[in-house]
């Protein structure tokens, strides 16, 4: 079975801190990908990476950054967190194209920013 | 733009069928999965339909029309454990995947 782990199941920060979210898979995906998750509202994409150090921009990536330093490891980074980023964060993976290119979530970190 | 729709909620009885549709309009096709979400989990997969048709597991069928951009979710035989959120999600011409808003199902007893 995938398993996708995420470092924390519940974080609250405070507004203009750093805020970093891990997220590891143990299934050699080549995808990664990181997604907020809003009530009436679709998943929506931030970033995702098709390789190590690669990393491309989703629909609403203003105010994060990521980094995949390793294949497994792909990490969310917000640099000033404010309220408007308080949110559901999903991390997910994906083999490859197709129906392998199902993407297997992370129990998700839900985010507070006071 | 692209946009994927389906009813924000619907109710339905144990032991009864229900069908959660989905219509889409995206740049290009390739494929449709459908997920399911209980509350404060993770999305989880449950089905994928590329070509025309019924694909069908177990109590869940999942059925796809390209040329009407329209797929609808089938259950069969509800169980309380179904009670959740089932997203639809459409993958674009760029391998992207576009995401409904989700449709909350609520079984009663």
């Known amino acids: 079975d995938v398993k996708v782990t995420q470092s924390s199941r519940y974080l609250v920060k405070r507004t203009g801190e750093k805020v970093f979210l891990e997220c590891v898979q143990d299934?050699?995906?080549?995808?990664m990908f990181w997604y907020r998750q809003d009530p009436g509202l679709g998943l929506r994409l931030i970033y995702f990476s098709y390789d190590v150090k690669m990393k491309e921009k989703g629909d609403i990536p203003e105010g994060y950054s990521v980094s995949r330093e390793k294949k497994e490891r792909f990490s969310l980074i917000l640099e000033s967190a404010s309220t408007n980023q308080t949110s559901m964060y999903l991390c997910a993976s994906s083999l490859g194209q197709g129906e392998t290119d199902t993407q297997y979530f992370g129990p998700g970190t839900r985010l507070t920013v006071l | 733009g692209q946009n994927i729709d389906q009813p924000t909620e619907m109710t339905a009885t144990e032991g009864a069928i229900v069908q959660i549709n989905c219509t889409y309009q995206t740049s290009g096709f390739n494929g449709l999965f459908w997920y399911q979400q209980h509350a404060g989990e993770a999305p989880t997969f449950l089905s994928y339909n590329v070509l025309d048709g019924l694909e069908e597991k177990g109590r869940f069928s999942s059925f796809l029309s390209r040329s009407k951009g329209y797929s609808y979710l089938l259950l069969k035989e509800l169980q309380m454990k179904d009670s959740a959120s089932y997203l639809c999600?459409?993958?674009?011409?760029?391998?992207?995947?576009?995401w409904g808003a989700g449709t909350k199902l609520i079984i009663k007893p």
């Open positions: 299934m050699d995906h080549e995808n």
């Open positions: 999600a459409v993958m674009d011409s760029n391998y992207q995947l576009i």
